[in-house]
Structure formats: C-alpha cells, structure tokens
C-alpha cells in the first residue's frame, strides 16, 4: 500500500457480512476501518463526514441503493475509491458501477477468497473484478441499459418478496468456502423469513449447525422458528434412506417425504398466499 494506513468505509446492512468485511480487511495491516453503515443515506453522510480512502458498497441497501449512493459519494467525495460487494452479478449492474468510476467488484459468493485481493489492487491504483465476471462485461453502459439494481436483487431466487407473476423458480449458487455459504444461505433463510415465507433446508448435520449458528448472529429467534413450523431443518443423510432402495430413488417415497414437510410449512406460513423457500 502506498499509504500507511488506508482508511476503509464498510457499507453493508447484512450485520454477519458486514462483520465478515470487516474481519477480513484487519488482516490487511496497511487497512483500518474508520466507520460502518447499513444503509444507503448513512452511507453518503458518513462518506461525506470521514473522506475515507476507500469505500467497500454493497449494492441491494436500504433507503438508498448502492448505485444511487455511489453517484452522490463522488460528488461529496471525489478522492475516494470505490469497490462494490455485491451479490449481483449482472453485465448491465458490472457496467453501471463502472460507469459511476468503481475501481473494482467482488460478488459475495467469492469474497472469502477474493476480498482482500480486491482492496490490494484498489488501493494500488488498479482495478479489480470477480473471476465470475467476464472481461467483455467490464465495459461503460448508458443509463438506459441499466435495470434498478434493487428490483433485480428482490426479484431473484430469494423469495423474499412474494411479488410478481413467478409463483416458482429454481436457483443454483455457487461458493468458493463454507463462510461465504454460511453467510449466503443464512441470509437468503432471514429474508424469506422476514418476508412471511416457510422455509426447509436439508443439509448434513455440519451444515445445519452452521446455519443455526449463522442466523442466530443475525438476530433469528431460530427455536422460535422451528416450533413455528416457519423454519424447517431436515438431516440429509437421515432423509435418504426413507426413499432410496437399492441404491435407486422410490419416486413414491420421496413424493412423500418431500410432499409432507412442505404441505406442514405452507400451512405455518404468516401470508396469504405462502411461498416456501427450499435447499
């Protein structure tokens, strides 16, 4: 680093990442975190008050979206470097932080083993993108490409929002270390949660405890949850042997064993119209 102490301003609403964020950049002996915020409007106030170095934005936040935070930073902060987190992969997204001047983004779902890197290179003076991002997506784009970067985010698998005309949808994620897991699952389970949707994981044992352990950081009443039927843990391995016989799947075991757990967490949910969020 070329400053002695490179003053870092972490935006994140999620507490567990902003808390991963914030761990992480302590190993950077040149980094120091000189303030947090969990939404957007803070996040331009306190850029504005501390004229950090470096700012570490997530893009889905409160009040105000990370890419509308951005734009005012750099007219209160010009000098700070930006570098997004996000768990938004889009082109059109990529290319719109780009636009603002963001020296770099890192999708969530790589952060354990990329963030470091990441503010190394922003720091330095040089720019950074995830390894799930392909070259020809870190280009300019006008403001007429460029779709709400929240709308996206709620419109994903996360069934957080139960809008829309998709009544199902399947997703697959993938994650470079069991903390970015943790974290992921442990907030897509709180937003389906907090959204009054059931949720059911099967996962072994290790997982499950992780999970546990993940969401009771993030304020979860996890007890309260099971004994609600709203959060549904299912043991793999203890699942696999109701339905597979001779090493083969019993298309009518299993039409049961899965049948039944998400009927009983339909019935829990605290809506109308109940959607169940399922891994």
């Keep these: 680093m070329e400053n002695s102490s490179f003053r870092v301003l972490v935006v994140e609403d999620y507490e567990p990442f902003r808390r991963f964020i914030c761990s992480t950049l302590k190993k950077g002996p040149d980094l120091r975190v000189v303030g947090e915020a969990s939404e957007g409007l803070e996040a331009v106030q306190k850029a504005e008050k501390l004229q950090p170095d470096l700012i570490v934005l997530d893009i889905g936040l409160p009040t105000l979206n990370g ?4 734009r005012r930073i750099r007219k209160l902060s010009p ?3 930006i570098l997004f987190v ?3 992969s889009s082109a059109a997204v990529v290319q719109e932080a780009l636009r603002l001047g963001a020296r770099g983004y890192v ?13 190394k290179a922003v720091c330095q003076g040089r720019q950074f993108f995830s390894r799930e991002i392909p070259s020809r997506d870190c280009t300019s784009a006008t403001d007429a490409q460029i779709p709400d970067p929240v709308t996206r985010k709620k419109a994903s698998p996360s069934l957080a929002s139960g809008k829309g005309d998709i009544d199902r949808s399947h997703s697959v994620q993938f994650y470079s270390d069991d ?4 974290i992921g699952f442990a907030r897509f389970i709180d937003a389906a949660l907090k959204a009054g949707n059931a949720v059911i994981v099967v996962v072994t044992e290790s997982r499950r405890v992780s999970l546990l352990q993940g969401l009771q950081v993030g304020g ?4 309260a949850a099971v004994e609600q039927k709203h959060y549904i843990p299912l043991d793999v391995a203890d699942k696999l042997t109701t339905f597979m016989v001779d090493g083969l799947l019993d298309p009518l075991r299993f039409a049961k064993v899965v049948g039944d757990p998400i009927v009983e967490a339909a019935k829990a949910a605290n809506r109308g119209h109940p959607r169940i969020a399922a891994y």
Aim: aromatic share 4%.
């Design 67 to 70: 890419i509308e935070a951005a």
């Design 79 to 81: 000098e700070t470097k």
């Design 86 to 88: 996000s768990q938004e």
């Design 107 to 119: 999708v969530k779902a790589h952060a354990g083993s990329e963030l470091l890197a990441a503010v």
């Design 179 to 182: 903390a970015s897991f943790v």
């Design 220 to 223: 979860v009443d996890v007890a």
